[in-house]
């Protein structure tokens, strides 16, 4: 049991290790508002970019693939705190 919890903590580290690269390169521009770990439409984890607007110049900032995964783009607005 101990051995297939480990094979599962080192795959979440890694997805969040290729998470965490891309969002301190996007994250420095104004039209990214985040970076987050989600399934993708093939059923893998994968990292989606949220963008404020949709902006071609952005656009080709962002990779296709970080590390393996799969990397999607949606234009979401700003976001703002709830109150």
Partial sequence: MKKRLHNVLGHDRT????KRE???????????SGVG???????????KVY???D????RSLVPARVNGYLVVIETVG???TRT
């Avoid at 997805?15 to 290729?18: H, L, M």
């Avoid at 891309?22 to 039209?31: A, F, K, V």
């Avoid at 770990?37 to 990292?47: A, K, N």
């Fill in 55 to 58: 902006n071609p110049q952005v």
């Fill in 15 to 18: 997805i969040q290790a290729a």
């Fill in 78 to 80: 700003p976001i703002g």
């Fill in 22 to 32: 891309l969002s301190r390169s996007l994250l420095q521009n104004e039209s990214v």
């Fill in 37 to 47: 770990i989600v399934d993708t439409d093939g059923g893998r984890e994968g990292i």
């Fill in 51 to 53: 963008l404020r607007e």
